[in-house]
């Protein structure tokens, strides 16, 4: 009965002493949860914090931007209306014209300028566009208007007739590269160029 007892008291340091670590681990735990929530509270906060700075940042420029849009909405309304009809009278000025466009393609440039310019109508005008610069003796404002409103504005080189203040253009790009490229007869390419302006085909070309 002693014995029992006396391994009674030396079990209870034991006893204790797991009891002290169970409960150091469970505050570490405890601990380390609320350090892992205090930082996904905070970065919560962060996110919140940026999502209402970026919110006012915004609605401070549609107080300031909306009310310059409504006062000079009108205003660019009637510029661009007053412009595309100075662009339309300009039109009608001129008159019936037929414009050659072309471009500074490197591998057509040369060919063009060399071989077909030369066997042209003398009806017909040339609108060359050097990058974004429009060489021609008319006005360069109106004829850039008039080559960036092309139906199809990359495909040089392309035919321009105006007739009672009306543009009308067509791509000759596939067939130009065809016969360049498979060196054909110009007589044919010349014939449909001639067509477009309603040029008779028996008029002799500029030499």
């Known amino acids: 009965m002693q014995e029992a007892i006396f391994a009674s008291f030396q079990q209870r340091p034991v006893q204790g002493i797991c009891f002290i670590q169970w409960t150091l681990c469970c505050i570490k735990s405890t601990v380390a949860q609320t350090v892992v929530e ?16 970026l919110g006012s940042v915004i609605l401070v420029f549609a107080i300031i931007a909306i009310p310059i849009y409504l006062l000079w909405s009108p205003f660019g309304y009637y510029f661009d209306w007053l412009r595309k009809r100075r662009f339309q009278e300009y039109l009608l000025e001129l008159g019936d014209k037929n414009f050659f466009c072309y471009n500074n393609r490197i591998d057509a440039k040369a060919f063009i300028e060399k071989e077909l310019i030369p066997r042209l109508d003398r009806s017909v005008e040339i609108l060359y566009l050097d990058g974004r610069e429009v060489k021609s003796s008319y006005s360069r404002e109106y004829m850039s208007m008039a ?5 199809s504005y990359q ?15 067509e791509s000759i790009n596939n067939e130009f ?9 110009l007589d ?7 067509s477009f ?3 008779r085909i028996n008029n002799k070309n500029a030499a």
């Open 177 to 185: 590269f065809n016969t360049m490229n498979q060196n054909k007869p």
């Open 38 to 53: 205090d930082k996904f509270m905070v970065k919560k906060l962060t996110d919140v914090l940026g999502i209402i700075l």
């Open 147 to 151: 080559l960036y409103s092309l139906k």
């Open 188 to 194: 044919k390419l010349l014939a449909d160029i001639q």
């Open 155 to 169: 495909r040089f080189p392309h035919l321009l007739k105006i007739r009672d203040g009306k543009m009308i253009d």
């Open 197 to 199: 302006f309603g040029i």
